[in-house]
């Protein structure tokens, strides 16, 4: 089959957003509204892909730039039918057929956009405009049709009737045109209307007198909805997300109570993984399979090895971690965390920018930052590297097999040798030598009767 071309429209404000933001770069489950558009069409391997950028076009473009996209600006917005117009210079000397896509529909996906085309094909005809049933059509363009059912426009929330705002077939805002009559079309609009816009859907009346139209009705109403206001948004938001969830759990993942739980549209997840409830796996995460994932842990751009325990309330964000750690409850893994296999970072612990060697051990109440751990090494509770001077960050290593006594400070830049034994209580300033003890604590001494003298007398 031939390849189309696609044009997505995606310069407007979104002033219904009430929002700095541009519609189109509203996360919807971490991704841009824009993004999960890109996702669908690309799927169909269209011959270019253009995009009509607009409001705050820099952003838009930035966000989302790839090397397979064309962007067009629309410099004044003057409705959808004039981004069209903007865009036609680039779509010069392609034929065939044009997809055209409003940006703020991000539940659309590769074979809804086949199934119009296909059927555009079937029906020979020069435009086709995907339609849907809505129970509240109130701000879309309704689709009027004759008594034979034929269609013959599509009429705007703005401008319609009493009785045309009645009718319930909208315009979902997907179209397929033949790219030989287009530039024709669009420019003979006006915008003689409410909003004194030029309005796309108003080739139809021309493609129905020349070259034929016809309207695709889509039963997957939710597939099709747009994204106008921040409720809406939130509706959407929900829907993608149990689909999103839906899909994982064929995928052999376990969610015990998937209402509760979050996932990212990017987010990568393993056979028999299980998520236990109030879980967030937010953008940028890989689960490996085999995993348990307590409740209340909230992990993003992080990958996690197989058959790993991330233990309840556990944060991990930007943490790397290989297969068989167990970490948390309650354990804090910041960007840079790098953990090898079997490590354990257990309650109340904070790990950042630190490498942790394999079957090494934070169990309890430390930090741990601008570290390099070696494996084997146990680190006792209320461990303590001061990596900050007030001005710069330094370094703490740690080699193989190193024990670390409770209460530890380490005054980075410092460096532990293999196999050192550090006594608890210790405040390390100076290199350690492999397998010495190191200790720094005062005697311990008496002052006998002290409390005895200390009381009042009763
Ligand atoms: C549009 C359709 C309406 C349809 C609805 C489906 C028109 C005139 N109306 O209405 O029939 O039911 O979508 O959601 O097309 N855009 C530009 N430049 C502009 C204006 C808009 O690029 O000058 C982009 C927007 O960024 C957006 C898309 O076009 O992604 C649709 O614009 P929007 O203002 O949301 O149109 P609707 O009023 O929803
Ligand atoms: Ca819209």
């Not at 689709?143 to 009429?155: D, H, P, S, T």
């Amino acid at each position: 089959m031939n390849r189309c071309t696609v044009l997505v429209l995606a310069a407007g404000q979104g002033t219904r957003m009430r929002s700095r933001l541009p519609k189109v770069l509203h996360p919807l489950a971490g991704r841009p509204l824009l993004w999960h558009i890109l996702q669908a069409v690309r799927g169909l391997r269209p011959e270019r892909i253009v995009v009509v950028t607009g409001f705050q076009a820099e952003a838009v473009e930035q966000s989302l730039a790839a090397p397979d996209l064309h962007w067009v600006r629309q410099y004044e917005r003057k409705g959808t039918g004039h981004a069209v117009q903007c865009a036609l210079p680039m779509l010069q000397g392609l034929t065939g057929e044009l997809l055209i896509l409003n940006g703020d529909h991000p539940l659309i996906t590769t074979p809804i956009l086949e199934k119009l085309l296909h059927h555009h094909r079937e029906q020979g005809v020069a435009l086709t405009v995907l339609s849907t049933l809505l129970d509240n059509p109130s701000g879309y363009g309704r689709v009027v049709r004759n008594a034979q059912g034929e269609i013959l426009r599509i009429v705007e929330h703005k401008d319609a009737t009493a009785e045309e705002r009645a009718l319930r077939e909208v315009n979902s805002g997907f179209y397929c045109v033949s790219l030989d009559r287009l530039p024709a079309w669009v420019g003979a609009l006006g915008n003689q209307n409410a909003q004194n816009e030029y309005y796309l859907p108003d080739i139809l009346p021309m493609a129905i007198a020349s070259g034929g139209a016809s309207a695709l009705r889509f039963e997957d109403a939710q597939a099709l909805s747009g994204v106008n206001d921040r409720a809406q948004l939130a509706q959407l938001e929900r829907v993608y997300r149990d689909r999103r969830i839906v899909h994982w759990m064929n995928q052999g993942v376990s969610f015990v109570d998937p209402d509760s739980c979050w996932v990212a549209a990017d987010v990568v997840i393993g056979m028999d993984t299980v998520i236990e409830p109030h879980v967030i796996l937010g953008p940028g995460t890989a689960v490996g399979e085999g995993c348990a994932i307590g409740p209340y842990c909230h992990i993003q751009e992080s990958v996690i090895g197989a058959d790993c325990r991330i233990l309840p309330f556990s944060h991990l964000d930007g943490a790397e971690i290989e297969a068989d750690c167990d970490i948390g409850p309650y354990a804090r893994l910041r960007p840079g965390s790098r953990l090898a296999r079997k490590v354990k970072v257990g309650n109340f612990c904070e790990i950042k920018k630190s490498t942790i060697g394999a079957g090494s051990k934070v169990n309890h109440l430390s930090y741990i930052g601008d570290a390099q751990v070696g494996s084997g090494v146990n680190v006792g509770a209320g461990t303590i590297t001061c990596n900050y001077d007030g001005v710069h960050k330094h370094r703490t290593v740690i080699g193989d097999h190193v024990f670390v006594g409770s209460d530890v400070q380490f005054v980075a830049p410092v460096q532990v040798g293999t196999g050192a034994t550090i006594g608890a209580g210790t405040t390390v300033t100076k290199d350690v030598p492999a397998d010495s003890l190191a200790i720094s604590r005062s005697h311990q001494t008496h002052v006998m009767g002290w409390s005895e003298k200390r009381k009042p007398r009763s």
